[in-house]
């Protein structure tokens, strides 16, 4: 068990590498305050689905990383595979006119385990770059084909693209959006988040349903069908807290898409590469075609940096164009990286080896199941689960759904508990969010579950204590 986070913060106290931490070290998402008074949890060694800090203290990932040590840590045959690459050739240019066999094997593995035509490849360091060149793309593509009014963009409010200015302005994810930083506006546009359990009152799910499509087709139309070029969606959004849509909501979206010669981009930066049982969810899952398709996270199970931009025939022909001459301006000194495509491909054999796709739904069937049992108890308005990919949101009041302040600082209270207990669940404001590796297993889900139950329970009395909860 790891130890109390007082106990932790006051061992910590004067130890040098928190020390230097505090001192040099700026984390993505920095929360300035608490780190300073707090430091960070110091990890320094994994294994499968476990990871230690620098205590000695053990904890079951059930975030996997973030969303992406999805084979699990500590692979011998993974730092081999990487090593002999180093060895041989640890970098490549990967401009014009210049390639390294690795990265091509790559780019054709990738085009075989994606769906319809998605033929063609463009490799970025991450799930951020790999958005943003598809924003690139969808730009190049309007122009050359004679469209130049036609570069607006629809997203969803509180989706999660990215971190670079121009990601972090497509998804507009509340919580994001600090305003300390400016954010791209003019041609970026939102609907409503597809989340049942905030749907109105007076909504069942089907209404919900055409409600969004109707909103959307509106959003369409208000902004002129020639103007808009493609529309932004994860097929489950992750970081905006899992949320599941009505059935049928992408197939719909993509219908309208059709109509209105939009282009359907499926961000499946999480989905992809077994978290949902399947290498790629918009068509197996969704039964969707997108036109362009955005990868990382389990591409290489976080072994090493690596994102794609998968995207399709219909888009290549009209960019690559013979006798145009044109050039795609766009690209990253570290992409289509040698070491990091054996990563990938190394990645890519495992789960098809270990048959780790039916593992996903075997054992994401059984934590879908077992998370449910958290329904009955205080502080959860919802719970929801689709394979790998899991949520518990926190409410003040089951009846109405309100939401506890946020200086109640509910998720994180349930994670800290989580925490001492060894276990690490995602703190997101009022949400716990869950995305544990491929390779868990039956007993571990267990774990996962009791513990997330001792805590919730522990909290609600804390809470009641405290005088900020009255539920039952």
Not at 79 to 104: C, E, G, W
Not at 439 to 455: K, M
Request: glycine content about 8%; hydrophobic content about 40%; proline content about 4%.
């Amino acid at each position: 068990m790891a130890t109390s986070n007082n106990a932790v913060a006051t061992a910590f106290t004067h130890d040098p590498l928190v020390e230097a931490d505090k001192a040099h070290y700026m984390h993505g998402y920095h929360m300035f305050d608490e780190h300073r008074e707090q430091g960070a949890l110091n990890i320094v060694a994994g294994e499968g689905a476990y990871i230690r800090d620098t205590e000695g203290n053990r904890f079951l990932d059930a975030v996997g990383g973030m969303w992406c040590t999805n084979i699990g840590l500590g692979r011998e045959e993974m730092a081999l595979a990487i090593a002999d690459q180093v060895r041989k050739l640890a970098y490549s240019n990967p401009f014009s006119d210049m390639a390294n066999t690795v990265a091509i094997e790559l780019c054709e593995k990738l085009a075989q385990l994606a769906p319809g035509d998605l033929d063609h490849v463009f490799l970025t360091t991450g799930g951020s770059t790999a958005v943003d060149t598809a924003y690139r793309l969808i730009q190049y593509y309007q122009n050359c084909r004679g469209k130049p009014h036609k570069k607006h963009i629809i997203a969803r409010y509180n989706a999660y693209h990215g971190s670079t200015t121009l990601t972090m302005s497509i998804g507009n994810k509340a919580a994001d959006r600090v305003p300390e930083f400016d954010y791209a506006h003019d041609l970026i546009h939102h609907v409503s988040n597809p989340n049942p359990y905030r749907a109105p009152d007076d909504m069942d799910e089907a209404e919900f349903l055409d409600f969004l499509v109707a909103e959307f087709e509106d959003k369409i139309l208000s902004l002129g069908a020639d103007n808009v070029a493609a529309f932004f969606a994860e097929p489950i959004m992750g970081s905006g807290g899992v949320i599941i849509p009505p059935k049928d909501y992408f197939l719909r979206m993509w219908q309208v898409c059709q109509t209105y010669d939009i282009l359907f981009v499926a961000d499946e930066v999480v989905t992809s590469f077994g978290r949902l049982g399947t290498f790629f969810a918009s068509e197996e899952l969704f039964g969707v075609q997108p036109d362009i398709i955005t990868t990382a996270k389990g591409l290489t199970s976080a072994y090493l940096p690596l994102g794609a931009c998968i995207f399709s025939d219909r888009i290549w022909k009209v960019i690559a164009e013979p006798g145009k001459g044109r050039c795609f301006t766009h690209g990253f000194t570290y992409s289509g990286h040698p070491v990091c495509c054996t990563a990938a491909l190394k990645n890519i054999e495992i789960i098809e080896r270990e048959n780790l796709l039916a593992h996903v739904n075997d054992v994401g069937g059984y934590l879908e199941q077992r998370l449910q049992s958290l329904r009955e108890l205080p502080l959860v308005g919802d719970v929801r689960c689709m394979k790998l990919m899991a949520c518990v949101e926190f409410v003040a009041d089951k009846r109405s759904k309100a939401l506890f302040a946020d200086a109640v600082n509910i998720g994180e209270r349930i994670h800290r508990r989580a925490q001492d207990k060894g276990l690490l669940v995602r703190p997101i404001m009022h949400l716990n969010v869950m995305s544990p590796p491929l390779i868990i297993t039956h007993a571990q889900v267990d774990e996962i579950v009791e513990v997330l139950r001792q805590c919730i329970v522990e909290t609600a009395t804390e809470l009641r204590r405290e005088g900020l909860y009255s539920g039952t």
